[in-house]
């Protein structure tokens, strides 16, 4: 267990929908990365959020967006969704200072 | 655009031999991680290396950073089938964190 927790597990949702996923970082860390992985595919990175703020954005569709609240727990907005958009979506966090990762169980998205 | 590349994709072993992955860059890597994904699990941080021909070794995997800083292997010994998965390498470079990860090798172990 990393102390990274990401909800759900699992989602199914349709073409066009939009769905939302969560992730809590560990207790202390500040950074959240988000990283799509495709069937076969390596991971990619969409964005991280530092304290809040947006620090860096990677491969991220114009579709997602994402933030980090307050409580340093994050969310990632996926918006008209389409079936190449079936992925495992990780969460990851660190220390600041620190390039070592800790990621989250992931979510599974199913778009049919 | 910045990119490490890994090779094999694939590798099949027979347990108790030995497996190599490698990471290569075409531009000087800041520093290079390897994590460990195992089937139907997630990423898992193994180590981090940050100087020119650093070696490190975690019981039978030993990770090796180039002089030159442009690749990098992890050598396996005696794979067990314990070792199985996604061997991945990435590189954190900037200011801003940004993480790049190469697309992994996945090893099967055959009994």
């Known amino acids: 267990d990393s102390g990274v927790t990401q909800t759900p597990k699992h989602l199914i949702t349709a073409t066009g929908q939009r769905v939302t996923l969560r992730c809590s970082p560990r207790s202390g860390d500040l950074s959240v990365y988000w990283y799509q992985q495709s069937l076969d595919q390596g991971l990619q990175f969409l964005i991280q959020?530092?304290?809040?703020?947006?620090?860096a954005k990677g491969n991220i569709l114009e579709r997602f967006s994402a933030q980090q609240f307050p409580d340093l727990h994050s969310e990632l907005n996926l918006s008209s969704l389409e079936l190449g958009d079936s992925a495992l979506y990780f969460c990851?966090?660190?220390?600041?200072?620190?390039?070592?990762?800790?990621f989250g169980p992931g979510t599974r998205l199913t778009v049919l | 655009g910045q990119q490490v590349m890994q090779i094999p994709q694939y590798q099949h072993v027979q347990e108790g031999e030995d497996f190599t992955t490698y990471c290569n860059s075409s531009t000087t890597l800041s520093n290079i991680q390897w994590y460990k994904q195992r089937p139907g699990g997630h990423p898992v941080f193994l180590i981090q290396?940050?100087?020119?021909?650093e070696v490190k070794k975690q019981k039978r995997l030993t990770f090796q950073f180039g002089e030159a800083k442009k690749n990098s292997s992890l050598h396996i010994t005696a794979t067990q089938t314990t070792d199985v998965g996604t061997y991945f390498c990435?590189?954190?470079?900037?200011?801003?964190?940004?993480?790049?990860f190469g697309k992994g090798t996945r090893l099967h172990i055959l009994p």
């Open positions: 990435a590189e954190t470079k900037g200011r801003d964190d940004k993480i790049i």
């Open positions: 959020y530092y304290n809040g703020e947006e620090r």
């Open positions: 990851a966090s660190s220390v600041e200072g620190k390039n070592e990762q800790f």
């Open positions: 290396l940050v100087k020119s021909g």
